[in-house]
C-alpha cells in the first residue's frame, strides 16, 4: 500500500496540476485531530474566511466528512464528486482504489470546486502514507501522539511519530500540538528545514481566570508567534468545552497562514464551536468517541460529576484492535458501574469480554447487551433524575446512540437539549 495509486487518479482528476485552495493545513496525530480541526474552521470562518474541511470517519451521515463553509456537503456535491472519481479510475489503465482512497479523492474534488480561502484536511490512520498526503500542506500539524491501531501502525512512538510527521513538506511550517511527542517528530521536521513551532515553546497557553461557578468557564491566554518570529498574545479567551492544547495549536497554525487574528473573533469561535461526540452532553448523557487510553484519561479528568445522589454509569463498546484494559482503566477512576455493548462486525468486541476485563479490574458489570440500543433500553428501567450515564468506547457506540432519544430517568433536565461541544 502506497501513494502511488491514489496519486494517479488525482492527477487525472487535475487536483495535483494546482492547490486546491490557496491555503492548505493538514492536522494528523492520534488524538484531538478532530478538535482542532474544527477550532481551525470556526476560527477562520469568524474572520470573514472561506473554509472547507475533510474529516473522517462519520458518525450518522457521509456527508459529515466533507463540510464546504460551515454547511455538509450536499448528495449532489458527493455524487458529483464519485462520479469525477471513477471516470478517472477507470481510464486506461484501471486503477483500484480502497474505500478511503475513493471517499479522499471525492472530498478532494469537492473542496478544490468550493473557491475556498483555507481548505483544512485530517489525515485518516496514519501520516505518510495516507491518501490525504498526496497533497502538499502549507501548513502541517501533529497533534499527539500515543498507541492506537496497533494492527497498522506498531507500538513504537518513535516509529508513528515519524510516520505522523510524513505530512510535513521541506519549508513549510509544521505545529507541533503536544508537549510530550517523541524526539522523531521534531527531527524530522529538523531533517526537512521546515520551521517547528512547538507548544511549550513558540506556542503555549496560560489560565488568566478561574471560575469556582462551572455556569463561568475558566478564561486563558494564549501566545504565539508570526512567521517571522514577531509575538502575538491574545487574552480572555473562553473555554471552547474542547481540549485547551488544540485550541492553541488551531490558533498557532492561523497566524503561520498569515490571517490576523481578532480578539473579539476568536472569542466567540471559541464559545461557539461545535463538534459531536467529544464530551457531547445529550439530557443526562455524555457521549464520548474516545477509543485509547491517552483519550480516556482526557474524558476521565473532564467528566462533569452526577448531582448528588446521582450515580454515574458507563456505557462501552469498542472494537477488540484496541487497548481496551487501557482504556477501562483509565476511566475506572471515574466509573464503577457498567454496562457493556457489543458492537457488529468483525471487529467489534463482545459485550462478555469487556465484561470480563472490567469485573478483572474490580469493575461492576450490571448488564450485557448485544448491541448499543439494547444497552440503552436497559438504562430506561434504571436510571434515576440524577443519574449520568457516560458512553464511549468507539465511534460505533456513539453513533448508534445518537441517532436515537436516550432515557433519562426525569421528566425534565434544566437545559434539556442537545449541547454538543
Not at 462520479?83 to 489503465?93: F, G, K, T, Y
Not at 504565539?224 to 492544547?245: S, T, Y
Request: aromatic share 6%; hydrophobic share 40%; net charge negative.
Amino acid at each position: 500500500m502506497g501513494l502511488g495509486r491514489v496519486s494517479q487518479v488525482a492527477e487525472r482528476m487535475g487536483l495535483l496540476s494546482r492547490s486546491i485552495a490557496p491555503c492548505v493545513i493538514t492536522v494528523a496525530g492520534t488524538n484531538g485531530k478532530g478538535s482542532t480541526l474544527a477550532m481551525i474552521d470556526r476560527i477562520a470562518r469568524a474572520h470573514g474566511q472561506r473554509v472547507g474541511t475533510y474529516t473522517s470517519p462519520h458518525l450518522l451521515r457521509y456527508n459529515e466528512r466533507v463540510n464546504l463553509n460551515g454547511q455538509e456537503a450536499t448528495d449532489q456535491q458527493l455524487m458529483d464528486g464519485f462520479s469525477h472519481v471513477e471516470q478517472a479510475r477507470l481510464q486506461n489503465p484501471e486503477i483500484s482504489l480502497t474505500y478511503f482512497e475513493a471517499g479522499t479523492l471525492c472530498g478532494l474534488w469537492c473542496l478544490a470546486n468550493a473557491e475556498l480561502d483555507i481548505a483544512v484536511l485530517e489525515v485518516g490512520l496514519g501520516g505518510r502514507l495516507d491518501a490525504v498526503n498526496i497533497i502538499d500542506a502549507d501548513v502541517a500539524i501533529v497533534t499527539t501522539i500515543a498507541q492506537d491501531h496497533a494492527n497498522f501502525l506498531g507500538t513504537d512512538l518513535a516509529q508513528i511519530g515519524r510516520e505522523k510527521a510524513g505530512i510535513f513538506r521541506p519549508g513549510r511550517p509544521a505545529v507541533l500540538g503536544s508537549q510530550t511527542l517523541p524526539e522523531s517528530v521534531a527531527e524530522y521536521a529538523q531533517a526537512l528545514d521546515s520551521p517547528a513551532f512547538c507548544l511549550g515553546k513558540q506556542f503555549q497557553h496560560h489560565l488568566s481566570q478561574h471560575h469556582l461557578s462551572s455556569h463561568k468557564p475558566t478564561q486563558w491566554r494564549w501566545e504565539g508567534q508570526h512567521a517571522d518570529g514577531q509575538r502575538v498574545v491574545i487574552d480572555e479567551l473562553p473555554d471552547p468545552g474542547l481540549p485547551i492544547d488544540n485550541a492553541a495549536t488551531a490558533l498557532q497554525a492561523l497566524v503561520l497562514t498569515g490571517l490576523r487574528l481578532e480578539k473579539s473573533h476568536v472569542q466567540t469561535a471559541l464559545s461557539t464551536v461545535q463538534l459531536a461526540g467529544r464530551l457531547q452532553w445529550v439530557g443526562s448523557w455524555c457521549l464520548d468517541v474516545g477509543h485509547n487510553p491517552h483519550a480516556a484519561d482526557y474524558v476521565a479528568k473532564h467528566l462533569q460529576p452526577p448531582p448528588q445522589g446521582g450515580r454515574q454509569w458507563g456505557l462501552i463498546g469498542m472494537l477488540n484492535d484496541k487497548d481496551i484494559d487501557g482504556v477501562i482503566q483509565a476511566l475506572m477512576t471515574r466509573i464503577s458501574d457498567w454496562v457493556c455493548v457489543t458492537l457488529p462486525g468483525e471487529r467489534g468486541c463482545q459485550a462478555s469480554e469487556l465484561s470480563q476485563r472490567i469485573i478483572s479490574q474490580g469493575g461492576r458489570v450490571h448488564h450485557c447487551a448485544d448491541t448499543p440500543q439494547a444497552g440503552v433500553d436497559w438504562f430506561a428501567h434504571v436510571l434515576t433524575p440524577n443519574d449520568r450515564v457516560l458512553a464511549t468506547g468507539s465511534f460505533f457506540t456513539v453513533a448508534a446512540l445518537l441517532a436515537r432519544p436516550l432515557p433519562t430517568g426525569a421528566e425534565s433536565l434544566e437545559g434539556g437539549g442537545n449541547e454538543i461541544r
